[in-house]
């Protein structure tokens, strides 16, 4: 048997959530995080996440919305992406937290749900 190619993927392509209102929530991802629209199908809202796509579509009736899957957003521009989520409606969960420390910089993290449940988080450097 051959060894398999490396890397044997080339990364993540896509993310699916489940949703009660797929475009309702495919809208607060837009006035939250900036994620604009890259298509919609078949109840299927499909956005670009920085080269990832963010499918959110119906969620099946067994499934349960939130659990152990959390999302984590890059922001360009700490304050501008904090109030941003905040003007959407969504509550940041704690403050910011220092998760690791670097010479004039920390790796902070704030995490915070979409109108659903689903966890998510802002995630990256600043400058200190």
Known sequence: MNAPPEPIVTGVRQIALGSRDPARLADFYNRALGLTKLFETNGMVFLDGGGVRLMIGAKPPEEKIGGDIVLYFEPTIWA?????????????????????????????????????????????????
């Open 80 to 128: 501008v992406a904090e109030s941003t989520v905040e003007a959407a409606g969504a509550q940041f969960l704690h403050p910011r937290v220092a998760l690791q420390r670097a010479p004039g910089r920390e790796l902070v993290l704030r995490a915070f749900k979409d109108p659903e449940g689903h966890g998510l988080a802002l995630l990256g450097w600043i400058q200190v």
